[in-house]
């Protein structure tokens, strides 16, 4: 049983479009993350967030956590926005982590 | 800015061989973590660290062991790689609610 579940696990999109990643999640959490991974390896984090909204550029995420739920939303889709997006949630102590298997987004031009 | 550097981003080793990946940060945080990404299976914890000479099992520790002799460096060792290790793993380091990841290591055993 995984604590995170991401979907869709695989997304090809053109252009130019609204993209939707969605993320739920089973236990308490104290934050959940979005993380970006290229191609190659490295893994950066988009967001922290414990309730509401944030956006950074085209990117914008949201959390409801009655329903235990998180989104990612991305606005005018670009091929350099490809590489696999991650969803995860700190525990309430703060020292635990669960991850989602991650989505794997292609934005073909 | 966060600094999490590791000592390979490509290796290969033979099966039966020891191999040891090293992590070093430079944000002195108390915490540090190795995982291993496979496709469809996501990040899983092997070990984690919340002090030197500190170390904690995670989901997945058999086949492997940690060191952490000094707070800004957690290294993993491979007593003797297995074709199953062919991986890629990615340390981190954080303070409490946050991680920091390295670039990770792509570990090949032919």
């Known amino acids: 049983k995984n604590e995170v579940e991401q979907s869709p696990q695989n997304l090809t999109a053109q252009e130019g479009e609204f993209i939707t990643i969605n993320c739920s999640y089973s236990?308490?959490?104290?934050?959940l993350h979005w993380l970006q991974q290229h191609p190659g390896g490295g893994i950066v984090s988009l967001f922290m967030?414990?309730?509401g909204k944030k956006k950074h550029g085209r990117l914008i995420a949201t959390i409801n956590i009655q329903e235990k739920h998180s989104s990612l939303h991305i606005t005018a889709s670009h091929p350099r926005d490809s590489a696999v997006y991650i969803c995860?949630?700190?525990?309430?102590?703060?020292?635990?982590?669960?991850f989602g298997t991650g989505t794997s987004l292609t934005v073909i031009p | 800015d966060v600094k999490v550097t590791q000592s390979s981003r490509y290796l290969v080793k033979r099966t039966g061989e020891k191999v040891f990946l090293e992590c070093v940060q430079d944000?002195?945080?108390?915490?540090m973590f190795w995982y291993r990404q496979d496709p469809g299976l996501g990040l899983r914890l092997i070990y984690f660290?919340?002090?030197?000479?500190?170390?904690e099992k995670g989901d997945i520790p058999e086949g492997y062991s940690v060191s952490r002799e000094k707070k800004e460096r957690f290294s993993l060792i491979l007593e003797s790689a297995s074709t199953n290790q062919t991986s890629m793993y990615l340390c981190?380091?954080?303070?409490?609610?946050?991680?920091?990841f390295g670039p990770g290591t792509r570990l090949t055993v032919t």
């Open positions: 981190a380091s954080g303070d409490p609610y946050e991680q920091y």
């Open positions: 967030l414990s309730s």
């Open positions: 660290s919340y002090d030197v000479k500190m170390k």
């Open positions: 944000m002195d945080h108390e915490n």
């Open positions: 995860a949630v700190t525990s309430l102590t703060g020292n635990q982590f669960y």
């Open positions: 236990v308490g959490i104290s934050a």
